[in-house]
């Protein structure tokens, strides 16, 4: 064991820039592989893009025998499976997918391996465990550690399994990493692993270079043709059941022009592989997905991701927005929402076992907030995950462009009244027929135009009533019911007997963007052009995704700084001794033609 800090991170580093081609570790990595490396056992939260697969892929290149990656997803291992070899480190998966498990196993018995990468349901078996003994452990590497905490936003029981495994191997350290973990998770997670209370790395929640925006959805085909529009490069489209996702990936591409395929768990297998792989291969694909889709990839030139309705919680839009700019170069997540979107969630939780029902309604709660707030998205998003940001942050949707906020306290009374007066059963358009003073049939025949909440609405609170409602859906006051009028709940009687009040945001007009003004790429550069072409021939060559060979950011270097020498291009950032060897020579060949 290495008895300082010091030459331990020097040795750290001087890997780090030959294997990955980077002079320093970025955010909390020193801090996560110092610890892996002293054989202390960690749970590192840190977000998406911040380099948590490096934090346990450098150390397995120092320490001696195999580091076991245990992944939720069989393609999320074979994208990182790709990456890591793209490096020259010695890598495997073991899994159902696999055809050369022998060959695999027998490496591992050999000593051959420095990552070995599994699914949760193979590590708890008792089989898998003998297998482990057959060679020296260096570390195991918990990812999406999230999924061990029932409190967890996506709890899978397999995880649970994981620690009598580990326990097998008393000595080997232990590495849980996630994206995603409030307090009370976190404090799961590390109790269900076995680390140690010290053993906490929080490198905090912030992606600055993710633009957050939320909009009312009206024509969700329109919308997500002008992000399309305004964005190039790779994006993910988030829809809530398989119909919508088959109905727009078809609209978006007949639209756009742009190749658009969809993803949900009823495509048979291989289609769904197919669009899968299609896309991660992709430079200017969308795809359109359940949530399903994104955990299982590791992408990292996604430029924009969308969600058409509201994600099931904060945990969960983090999560998924987070799946954009990984590369860490500018990136969009916008949301468009509606109030139904709230009614159905609600009716949902009805379904939630009673135990876990509270904290459901709670995080629902939380996402609501973050919706109809009039102050800065990533202000609102940090302080849900215990951080204290500043109160802008200059890259939002109402930091860029203040809303207006007004209070509707008086007209919201009006619209619960007559919720109430009708017998809570009744749906938006016949109550707004009722508080207009609508001559209407169905409103005479019920004898609504007698209440005395009848024709009480007018002007400009007439039109204010839609986005009254939507804000009163989204706070939990109305409910829809199962058939599909609506129900006072929440804090509407409060809000009625004058205890509490309403206020709402009211949007600015959208300014138009220039097209590309989330890409730092240079626009009509014959030499970032040609390297870009380069990368792409490479890339199919080797089937593999452009990306692995080089990053975008690795290309703008080149154009910019155009070395003229092997040793040149090796300080590069993101140009390791692997990569160096593999493609140096065509890269310079290209550079000295421009």
């Known amino acids: ?46 977000p998406t893009g911040a380099g948590k697969s490096l934090t346990y892929q450098l150390p397995a290149t120092m320490l001696g025998g195999t580091c076991v990656v245990i992944s939720p997803l069989i393609a999320l291992m074979h994208d990182q499976l790709r990456s890591a070899r793209a490096n ?12 050369d498990w022998r060959e695999t196993q027998d490496a591992y018995r050999a000593g051959e391996l420095d990552l070995l990468y599994v699914a949760p349901e193979r590590a708890s078996q008792p089989a898998f465990r003998d297998f482990l003994g057959a060679a020296p452990l260096a570390l195991f590497a918990v990812d999406e550690a999230h999924c061990v905490s029932e409190w967890g936003h996506d709890f899978r029981p397999d995880y649970r399994m994981l620690r009598g495994l580990m326990d097998a191997f008393p000595d080997v350290p232990r590495l849980a990493l996630t994206a995603t973990a409030d307090s009370q998770t976190r404090r799961d997670v590390m109790a269900q692993l076995g680390i140690p209370d010290g053993g906490l790395v929080l490198a905090g929640f912030d992606r600055p270079n993710i633009r957050y925006a939320i909009r009312l959805r009206d024509n969700p085909v329109r919308q997500l043709a002008t992000l399309m529009a305004e964005q190039p490069g790779p994006g993910i489209v988030y829809a809530p059941t398989r119909r919508k996702v088959e109905d727009l990936a078809g609209k978006l591409g007949a639209a756009t022009g742009r190749p658009v395929l969809p993803y949900h768990a009823g495509l048979d297998p291989q289609t769904r592989a197919a669009n899968q792989a299609a896309f991660v291969a992709s430079e200017d694909m969308v795809i359109v997905a359940t949530v399903a889709f994104g955990m299982g990839i590791d992408k990292p030139d996604v430029r924009f991701v969308a969600h058409v309705g509201v ?40 379904e939630v076992d009673e135990a876990r029902r509270g904290a459901e309604i709670a995080r629902l709660n939380a996402l609501a907030g973050l919706v109809e707030t009039a102050e800065c998205r990533r202000a609102v998003l940090l302080r849900h995950f215990g951080e204290d940001p500043p109160a802008e942050c200059g890259n939002c949707d109402n930091c860029l462009e203040k809303p207006g906020v007004t209070d509707v306290t008086e007209l919201a009374r009006k619209l619960l009244s007559a919720v109430y007066r009708t017998g809570q059963s009744f749906g938006m358009g016949h109550l707004q027929k009722v508080l207009t003073g609508s001559e209407d049939e169905r409103v005479r025949q019920r004898g609504h135009d007698r209440l005395s ?26 409910v829809a019911t199962e058939h599909g009028g609506l129900a006072l709940g929440g804090s509407a009687r409060a809000i009625l007997k004058g205890e509490a009040e309403v206020e709402i945001v009211v949007p600015p007009k959208r300014s138009k963007r220039r097209r590309g003004d989330s890409t730092p790429n240079p626009v009509g550069d014959p030499l970032f052009d040609a390297l870009r072409e380069l990368r792409r021939e ?36 993101g140009v390791g001794a692997k990569k160096l060897e593999a493609y140096g020579e065509q890269f310079l060949r290209t550079i000295a033609r421009h």
């Open 538 to 573: 490479l890339a199919i060559e080797g089937q593999v995704p452009p990306y692995v060979i080089f990053h975008d950011a690795t290309l703008r270097e080149m154009a910019a700084q155009r070395p003229a020498s092997l040793a040149a291009l090796g300080q590069l950032p």
């Open 311 to 350: 994600p099931k919680s904060i945990e969960g839009y983090y999560q998924e927005t987070g799946r954009a700019g990984r590369d860490g170069d500018p990136a969009r997540a916008t949301m468009f929402w509606g109030a139904g979107d709230f009614a159905t969630a609600r009716q949902r939780l009805a």
């Open 1 to 46: 064991m290495v008895e300082t800090a010091v030459p331990l991170l020097d040795s750290a580093r001087e890997r780090l820039k030959a294997v990955f081609g980077f002079d320093g570790f970025r955010g909390r990595q020193a801090e996560v592989v110092e610890r892996v490396l002293s054989g202390q056992s960690t749970l590192a939260v840190m």
């Open 453 to 478: 909440v009848f024709g009480i609405v007018e002007g400009e609170d007439a039109r204010l009533l839609q986005p009254v409602a939507r804000a009163l859906q989204a706070r939990g006051d109305l």
């Open 88 to 99: 020259g480190i010695r890598a495997a998966t073991l899994t159902s997918a696999d055809a």
